[in-house]
């Protein structure tokens, strides 16, 4: 047996060897087997990705990632149309909870926002009490941050921001650890720019959720190939002890990706009835009866579970806040 772990898919075809050296990316351990293996649903892309999970810290990873220059055409304009379409609406509203959540650790300081979009969460932090920050990847989408929250905002890659050592009292990440390559090597320079006592703020899908349990290769957290990494609790917990963190909250919100979910289902039953299908992607508009449909469902049956699930830490979201010491 060599170092590297060969884990075969159900047409048994080897795959590619997992990470450099077979070992989980999180935690090292050799204790790798085969979650799932599903298509980019999205777009409705034929192509099929697996996804490794590590037995010893529950951490579940994409095997044999498109490398960085590869992933282009999955960041594609509708990709971003459909971000931008999520987050349309109040921002106050939608950013209540996180707001909330950061008052009861921090009032006030150099808060950075990790993937900061085009400033929605920011423009709803812009007081006196804070100095903002942000870093996102696309040079227009920075710019509007910019403008509409007062941020400096640097332009590029995690990694390649210049900020010093310990200097913000707050750091958030919505919905972005799941998309970096190398998670520890993230969060140790989310680490390095913490001041001591300092929050890191993350919200993320959770893959141990019953949600994700039920919907399996539909459940549309999997975002394949976009998300590189997704986290339990266990895991997140595990990755971050390991850097040294103090976890001071960590709860499953009922934040939820089950209509689309739903959908992936929906359209996938259509499309062995020869029917044709319509990617998310490139969204129709819904009729009244199907929207009824889906209410009866969501009211019914769904709205109860997830309640229930939430409480039991196995929700669809993550968010938790760790401390640096
Ligand atoms: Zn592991």
């Given at each position: 047996?060599?170092?590297?772990?060969?884990?075969?898919?159900?047409?048994?075809?080897?795959?590619?060897?997992?990470?450099?050296?077979?070992?989980?990316?999180?935690?090292?351990?050799?204790?790798?087997?085969?979650?799932?293996?599903?298509?980019?649903?999205?777009?409705?892309?034929?192509?099929?990705?697996?996804?490794?999970?590590?037995?010893?810290?529950?951490?579940?990873?994409?095997?044999?990632?498109?490398?960085?220059?590869?992933?282009?055409?999955?960041?594609?304009?509708?990709?971003?149309?459909?971000?931008?379409?999520?987050?349309?609406?109040?921002?106050?509203?939608?950013?209540?909870?996180?707001?909330?959540?950061?008052?009861?650790?921090?009032?006030?300081?150099?808060?950075?926002?990790?993937?900061?979009?085009?400033?929605?969460?920011?423009?709803?932090?812009?007081?006196?009490?804070?100095?903002?920050?942000?870093?996102?990847?696309?040079?227009?989408?920075?710019?509007?941050?910019?403008?509409?929250?007062?941020?400096?905002?640097?332009?590029?890659?995690?990694?390649?921001?210049?900020?010093?050592?310990?200097?913000?009292?707050?750091?958030?990440?919505?919905?972005?650890?799941e998309h970096v390559y190398n998670p520890p090597q993230f969060l140790a320079k989310v680490k390095e720019w913490l001041k001591p006592g300092g929050i890191y703020h993350v919200m993320l899908?959770?893959?141990?959720?019953?949600?994700?349990?039920?919907?399996?290769?539909?459940?549309?957290?999997?975002?394949?190939?976009?998300?590189?990494?997704?986290?339990?609790?266990?895991?997140?917990?595990?990755?971050?002890?390991?850097?040294?963190?103090?976890?001071?909250?960590?709860?499953?919100?009922?934040?939820?990706?089950?209509?689309?979910?739903?959908?992936?289902?929906?359209?996938?039953?259509?499309?062995?009835?020869?029917?044709?299908?319509?990617?998310?992607?490139?969204?129709?508009?819904?009729?009244?009866?199907?929207?009824?449909?889906?209410?009866?469902?969501?009211?019914?049956?769904?709205?109860?579970?997830?309640?229930?699930?939430?409480?039991?830490?196995?929700?669809?979201?993550?968010?938790?806040?760790?401390?640096?010491?």
């Amino acid at each position: 047996m060599t170092d590297a772990v060969v884990v075969e898919s159900e047409n048994k075809t080897a795959w590619k060897v997992v990470g450099d050296t077979g070992a989980c990316p999180l935690c090292g351990s050799h204790q790798v087997k085969k979650l799932l293996e599903a298509p980019d649903r999205f777009h409705l892309r034929k192509e099929t990705y697996r996804l490794a999970r590590c037995a010893s810290c529950s951490g579940v990873w994409l095997v044999d990632p498109p490398k960085p220059e590869e992933m282009g055409p999955h960041y594609d304009e509708e990709y971003h149309n459909a971000i931008v379409a999520a987050g349309e609406g109040s921002a106050e509203l939608r950013w209540r909870d996180q707001r909330n959540l950061i008052a009861r650790y921090k009032q006030g300081g150099q808060l950075l926002d990790l993937g900061c979009s085009s400033g929605g969460f920011l423009s709803t932090m812009r007081r006196p009490a804070w100095k903002l920050y942000g870093i996102e990847m696309e040079a227009g989408t920075a710019e509007k941050a910019q403008a509409a929250t007062g941020a400096e905002v640097f332009v590029g890659d995690v990694l390649q921001a210049p900020f010093a050592p310990a200097s913000f009292d707050v750091i958030t990440c919505f919905d972005v650890l799941e998309h970096v390559y190398n998670p520890p090597q993230f969060l140790a320079k989310v680490k390095e720019w913490l001041k001591p006592g300092g929050i890191y703020h993350v919200m993320l899908p959770n893959i141990a959720s019953w949600e994700a349990k039920l919907f399996g290769t539909y459940w549309f957290g999997l975002e394949l190939p976009r998300h590189l990494f997704h986290f339990s609790p266990q895991s997140l917990r595990r990755v971050m002890s390991d850097l040294g963190f103090e976890e001071v909250h960590l709860s499953t919100p009922r934040v939820s990706y089950l209509e689309r979910s739903l959908d992936y289902v929906a359209g996938s039953a259509a499309g062995k009835l020869g029917m044709e299908q319509t990617p998310q992607s490139r969204p129709k508009p819904r009729g009244f009866a199907w929207k009824a449909a889906r209410k009866c469902v969501r009211m019914g049956v769904f709205t109860p579970i997830a309640q229930i699930a939430s409480w039991a830490g196995a929700g669809p979201s993550i968010e938790a806040v760790f401390r640096k010491r």
